[in-house]
Every structure is written in C-alpha cells, then in structure tokens.
C-alpha cells in the first residue's frame, strides 16, 4: 500500500483474525487511497476506460454506493465507488449516463464485495448493475459474531486501521463534490478486499463460511420488494389518529406531497415533515391562516405552498369513501396479548423462543441472524395442523427461512411446540415482560470500547 505509512502495512500484516483494538491506544488512521483520489468519471470515453480497466483487473471487486438520503427524491446513486486488483479504484457519477450496464458488463463473472449489500443493491439495480457473486462484509462480520459490524469498526478490528466516516450523510447530489468526499468515498472501498479475506478466516475457523455463502446468496437471488399496499400509512404519528376523516387528511396530504417532491427532486421530509402532516391532520383547519396557526405545521413548504395542503385537507372533508382505520394482515397480533387471546400460542413462543436464541447464542451469532423473529411469531400462533420435524421445516421454508437455518431450529421448534412449559401466573408474565424489556433495552446499547475482541487460532 504505497499511500498508507510503513507501520499501517505492518500492521495489517502482522494481524491475525482479529486485531486487540485497546481503546487506549489510537490506531493509525486510513487517510489516503493507494494512488490518491481519482478523478470522477462524468464521460463516455472515461466510463469506457473504468470498464476496460475493471475487466483487465483480478479477483473480487469491491463496490460501493453514494445516495442523498435526506436531501434528493428517492434513493438513486449519486456516486458509485468499485476497486479491483490490478484495476485501481474508479468513482463513477451515474448522473450523465442512462445507466452503468457497460460496468457490469465489465465484472461479468465477478465477485462483488460489499458492505450491508442490501442497502447499496437496489440504487445499483437502477444503473442495470447486479452482481454474479457476492460477499457482503457486514452480513459476514454478524455471523461471525462480532460486536460491533459498522464497516469502520470491522476494519478497525481485523485490519487495525481506523477510518473516518465525517461525510456518511453528506449531499451526494451535490457538484462538484469535493475534494475530501471523494477521498472517503474512495477510502470506503480501499481495503474491502483485505477485509474479505479476514471474515472469510474466520468464517472459516467457525465453520460458518457455507452458512454465510448461502446466506449471501439468497440476498442476491432476492427480488426488489413489491409496492407497498398505502404507504402514506407509514407516516410517522399515524397511530395518534383515531378518525378516518383525519387519516383521509394525512393521505391527501401525503400524496400530494409525494407528487411534489418527486417533481422537484427533493426528500418529501424537506418540503414538510410528516409531524407537519399529522398536526394539520388533527386540526382539520378551514383557512390558509388556521393552517399556518396550527402548532407543530412547520417546514421550508409549510407557508408558501399553504394553499396546495390546505386544499388536500377541504378535499378530504368531502370524501364519502374513507380509508379503514387499520387494513387487514396476516401477520400475528403482538405477543403480548397472546396469554388472553390465544394461551397455547402464547406457551409455544415462550418454550420456542428461549430455546433458539441459546442455539444463536452457542452459534456466536445474533438470533436474528440464525432465524428472522417474525418467522417464530408466525408458525407458533399458526403452527401446522400436525406437528412434526418434516411440517415443521416445510412451514419455515415456506416463511422464508433458507436450509441451513432449519437445519439448526426445526428441531428445536418441534420439540418446543409438542411439549411447551407452561405459562407463568399473571404476575409472573409481568414481571417476565419487564425483563424482557430490559434485556432488549441492555442488547440496544453500543458495546463499550474498552471491551476487546480477539481470538486465538
């Protein structure tokens, strides 16, 4: 690493699986890529020169995505990163291209590295990018059991470089971007590759390494999510509302807001803010002036663009046909009220539940990782008509749960549905609730960084 000082070399080489990141001594700081920071490729002939290059190049490619979350209309890619040996890293700016199908062309048959790959794939699926292969760094390091699987802190602890992360939420959109945006952004893909090969030793050493393969192919082979059924129902304080006149409200206002914003390429939050929405929703003003008196209706549209959200509100008073207050679902009522409502559902989860995270837990893995919790709430308050490992695992599958982790719980679950504990007295249930929330509000913590992480061979 020509850029990097002889002591971080040094460093990553003399690393084994995992770095002894004592939080009292600074580790060096990753600050420049190999080579310095590219030029952005914004041409035709540049684009034709990154895929010549990255098809030239050996072995996997690490891939990156820049979006303006917060500030542009949807999630589309403002800046993609890709790095591949023999290559070098190029950062492309899909903005004056249709799309980036020339790149993905280019890594044909190539293994893609990325970090938390579900939240950069669907922007890149809009470039016609989509990967043959793929390893997900951020997927690998939960599996493997780290602590903590922010891509900064994974390098910092199997590479031992620390790397800054100042410009994670900046306007992407901007232009020209500047100088030190691109150097994160190029940064962000600088050692995925090294990064690869440390997970996969640990993986490895664990026997997770064919877990984590089909684990990574199934987010792969995962078609992008179907439209939401009413999205404006997912305007944040919707459950304040107890009217349906006041909810045709929010989805009139939210609807249009939608509309605007996508016109004027903008986040819709930064037009008004759903508290906006739901404060007029409650107060069901008659006048531009009420409107704008109205506590809590705020934002940089709020007073300009009145008249648009006061009509979206006069619109809603004269519907006849208003949205339900609740839509229909398949999906299990909470848990919480399972002992009323359905006992011998409540005794499944609770006998089930306990049981599998301890296999998570022997497994050094996060329980949500071994089994989505959504999966176990569902077959223990619908479980199959008879109960066996084969109905069992076929109803996991059917859920969505991939072989390998019905291979570790159907049992576990079969034997906990056909002999399930009994359930506590009613105020032991509370007391167990209590609990529960404190162990849930104790795992939410941030692990403190004084505790270390090594592994012997």
């Known amino acids: 690493m020509s850029s990097h000082t002889s002591e971080q070399t040094d460093s990553a080489e003399a690393s084994d699986q995992t770095v002894d990141t004592d939080a009292s001594i600074p580790l060096p700081l990753l600050t420049e890529p190999r080579g310095g920071v590219p030029l952005v490729i914004d041409t035709q002939a540049g684009l034709e020169r990154a895929a010549a290059a990255l098809a030239a190049g050996t072995g996997p490619a690490g891939v ?17 990163q890709i790095r591949r040996e023999g290559a070098g890293t190029w950062l492309i700016d899909p903005e004056p291209f249709d799309d980036l199908r020339i790149i993905d062309d280019a890594l044909d048959g190539v293994e893609w590295i990325l970090h938390a790959a579900s939240q950069d794939l669907p922007c890149l699926s809009e470039l016609a990018m989509w990967p043959d292969r793929l390893f997900d760094t951020e997927l690998a390091a939960r599996l493997a059991g780290l602590p903590r699987v922010g891509l900064a802190a994974v390098i910092e602890s199997q590479l031992g470089f620390s790397l800054a992360k100042e410009h994670s939420a900046a306007d992407w959109s901007k232009r020209p971007l500047p100088e030190p945006w691109l150097r994160y952004a190029a940064l962000d893909v600088e050692v995925l590759s090294e990064l690869r090969a440390k997970l996969v030793d640990l993986l490895e050493r664990d026997g997770k390494l064919a877990i984590a393969e089909e684990e990574f192919e199934h ?33 009139q206002m939210w609807l249009e807001r939608e509309d ?14 759903d508290s906006a929405i739901i404060a007029a929703a409650k107060a069901m003003p008659a006048t531009v002036p009420q409107l704008l008196g109205t506590k809590g209706f705020h934002g ?10 006061l009509k979206c509100i006069s619109d809603a008073r004269k519907l006849t046909d208003l949205p339900p207050l609740h839509i229909s679902t398949n999906a299990p009522p909470p848990p919480r009220i399972w002992p009323e409502k359905d006992p011998e559902a409540a005794a499944r989860l609770q006998t089930a539940r306990p049981r599998v995270a301890a296999r998570a837990d022997a497994l050094g893995m996060p329980l949500e990782n071994l089994l989505t919790p959504d999966y176990l709430r569902r077959i223990a308050w619908r479980p199959p008509a008879v109960l066996s490992l084969e109905s069992v695992s076929a109803a996991l599958i059917e859920l969505g749960a991939r072989p390998w982790q019905v291979e570790q719980v159907a049992a576990i679950i079969t034997v906990a549905f056909l002999d399930p504990d009994p359930l506590p007295a009613r105020g032991q249930q509370a007391d167990r609730q209590t609990e529960a929330q404190a162990d849930q509000h104790a795992a939410a913590q941030p692990v403190p960084p004084s505790i270390r992480v090594t592994t012997t061979d």
């Open 260 to 273: 605007l914003a996508q016109r004027r390429d903008v986040a819709p939050g930064r037009l008004i803010p």
């Open 300 to 309: 940089r549209a709020a007073q300009k663009e009145a008249p648009r959200w």
């Open 64 to 80: 990156d995505a820049e979006r303006a979350s917060g500030f542009r209309y949807g999630q589309r890619a403002f800046l993609v």
């Open 219 to 251: 987010i792969r082979q995962t078609p992008p999510a179907e439209p939401r059924v009413d999205p404006w129902r997912r305007t944040s304080g919707l459950h304040q509302l107890r009217d349906r006149r006041q909810l045709a409200a929010v989805r």
